[in-house]
């Protein structure tokens, strides 16, 4: 996986940067911090293999490097606002009001994709690989989500509208193939975790919980979970565990379990994921509660 060597590199080679012997600490960080707001403020969303999309997808490929590092970096300072720790990069993403234009550019890149696979198009321009753009893109944003910053601005209808059509194609016509964990008919399952692990701090717990009734996201996670979890690590199966055990936390499902699991079948695909929710309840304590919600359910519905 491309990301693999980037993250291997030092903060400097993220950067770009110069000879550190050539310039102050103090000169160079202003520049470098001063170029990385620069190529967020360039960050638009342009129609898919335009000119203009081919170079924005070397700007991410470096943002999303820079963005993990950070992030990995800054993790031990969890719980503090994106201003007290060390993540420019979403950071200015946050300041530059990117955060939903990178959403739509997902959803218009995707919609693009699956048309043209429907019309027999190979995946690669020849110019730049399209894989490469998603997964940029789509680790750039995960990293984002991290943020409560960023959530708070997100356009939570747009996004689980996004996650919904996304699923349904994987469940359609999507075949697993190592390294596509990356892509976002996984990592989709990744941001509705994000996202509910920060939902007592977002004030629209109401808004978000209809638009997963009304795109039936936790049928499709089910499904997703049934067809694709053989070939996944237990750790890539970590997310569909917490946000499933965290939504079902929640005042509204406990009121109105039966708008989101109805069906008899997708009871039955609920006892699937028993054998990772017990694992992580033996060793999870700070989610303990959470996960507790989905262990009850999961008995509940046997």
């Known amino acids: ?32 911090t001063s170029d990385l707001r620069a190529r967020v403020r360039r960050l638009a969303n342009y129609p898919p293999l335009s000119p203009e999309w081919i170079e ?35 950071r200015y993403i946050i300041e530059e009001g990117k955060i939903n234009m990178l959403m739509r550019t997902m959803n218009d890149f995707k919609k693009y994709q699956y048309q043209a696979m429907k019309e027999g198009a190979k995946e690669e321009d020849g110019k730049v690989s399209t894989k490469v753009f998603e997964q940029s893109l789509g680790i750039l944003l995960k990293c984002a989500f991290t943020a409560v910053e960023a959530l708070q601005t997100l356009d939570v209808t747009n996004m689980i509208e996004h996650i919904a059509m996304v699923l349904k194609h994987a469940l359609e016509s999507y075949e697993f193939t190592p390294g596509d964990i990356s892509c976002q008919e996984f990592l989709v399952v990744r941001y509705l975790e994000l996202i509910f692990k ?16 009304c795109n039936e996201v936790v049928p ?19 997310p569909y565990v917490y946000f499933l055990a965290i939504l079902m936390e929640t005042e509204i499902y406990q009121t109105h379990k039966g708008k989101y699991i109805a069906d008899a079948g997708d009871k039955s695909r ?26 009850d359910n999961i008995t509940r519905f046997k």
Not at 5 to 24: H, I, L, V
Not at 60 to 74: I, N
Not at 201 to 213: A, R, V
Request: net charge negative.
């Open 198 to 213: 920060k939902l007592e701090s977002l004030n629209n717990e109401e808004t978000i919980m209809k638009q997963i009734e």
């Open 220 to 238: 499709l996670v089910l499904k997703h979970f049934e067809k694709f979890s053989p070939k996944l690590e237990k750790e890539s199966q970590d």
């Open 56 to 90: 924005m997808a070397d700007t991410l490929q470096h943002l999303a490097s820079v963005a993990m590092m950070e992030e990995k970096d800054s993790a031990k300072k969890e719980g503090g606002s994106i201003w007290e720790r060390d993540e420019l990069c979403v």
């Open 270 to 295: 609920l006892a699937l994921l028993e054998g990772r929710t017990k694992e992580i309840l033996s060793v999870d304590q700070d989610n303990r509660k959470a996960v507790r919600a989905l262990s």
């Open 1 to 32: 996986f491309f990301f693999d060597s980037m993250a291997a590199s030092d903060r400097g080679n993220a950067y770009s940067a110069p000879d550190p012997c050539s310039e102050s600490l103090e000169k160079m960080t202003k520049r470098l």
